[in-house]
């Protein structure tokens, strides 16, 4: 008998790597269905608008699938409720998914273990002493380590995304957890490409002009997106552009010089077009 499959992810609301994950599990298991915490479809790919996708209540509240952080002192609860009724889930996780639980057997594909807890530097980034977001996460930390911890042991079986992350789980988890690299995408790579308008003048008369370097990143204090930008305010030869969203937009505008750096929010899937020399993360 053919094993019923599911597919669990943290939450549908943006645009990234571990997104295409799920886009690639889902097209390698086109009859399971998505668990997740939010979804939200104008945040994320739109080929999740044609999969079965099933959500937590908490799905229902606008603020919780625009920024899933602020439901921070919920989703353990939430996330012990997402029972899946599946002979094995694949959750491809970075602090939820791999707490989900399950009548079957669960792969946990980790792209890391939880930043919040266990480098909350990278998840808070410059956020001071007495800012909202570090008072929660220290008063929470002691039972959301104790949850993880436990969560971390109902896997079957753990996979790592890279070396850096293989490390980690060892030194959080103590578990040896093998590594599986995530997928190539062609669609990305080999794409049709379009010049992007709103590099007119700095990439050239249609923005189309290559000879500068790329950045793809979310601007979240782990992706460190800061200290390139501050790395080519020292380079005026050289050219940064800067494709992502996100809060920490302001703190790496500090070091902005425009004629060396330029700045797009968009989307980047299919429109970096010319020659770089990429810097993705």
């Keep these: 008998m053919t094993p019923r499959i599911a597919i669990a992810h943290d939450y549908l609301t943006r645009r990234g790597g571990a997104e295409r994950v799920v886009l690639s599990l889902a097209k390698a298991f086109p009859e399971a269905e998505i668990h997740t915490l939010f979804y939200e479809p104008e945040q994320t790919y739109p080929e999740f608008q044609q999969m079965r996708i099933r959500t937590s209540g908490l799905n229902r509240f606008g603020a919780f699938r625009r920024d899933p952080r602020i439901a921070l002192p919920l989703l353990a609860s939430a996330s012990s409720r997402m029972r899946i009724d599946a002979d094995v889930v694949i959750a491809s996780s970075s602090g939820w998914a791999h707490a989900f639980p399950t009548t079957g057997r669960k792969i946990v594909y980790c792209h890391s273990p939880a930043r919040w807890l266990y480098l909350p530097e990278d998840y808070l980034g410059e956020a001071g002493p007495l800012d909202p977001k570090r008072i929660a996460l220290k008063a929470l930390t ?109 703190g790496a505008s500090s070091t902005w010089r425009p004629r060396t750096c330029a700045w797009w929010k968009g989307s980047p899937t299919r429109r970096c077009g010319g020659r770089t020399a990429t810097l993705r993360r």
């Design 142 to 250: 002691p039972f959301l380590t104790r949850w993880d911890q436990r969560a971390a042991r109902t896997a079957d079986k753990y996979l790592a995304n890279s070396s850096v992350v293989r490390e980690r789980i060892q030194r959080v988890y103590g578990i040896d957890a093998p590594m599986l690299f995530p997928p190539f995408s062609p669609a990305v790579a080999e794409g049709e490409q379009e010049p992007i308008s709103q590099l007119t003048g700095w990439a050239g008369e249609d923005g189309s002009d290559d000879g500068h370097y790329l950045v793809v990143s979310r601007l979240q204090p782990y992706k460190h997106v800061d200290a390139v930008i501050e790395a080519f305010a020292g380079m005026p030869e050289r050219r940064l552009l800067v494709i992502g969203r996100g809060p920490e937009k302001r």
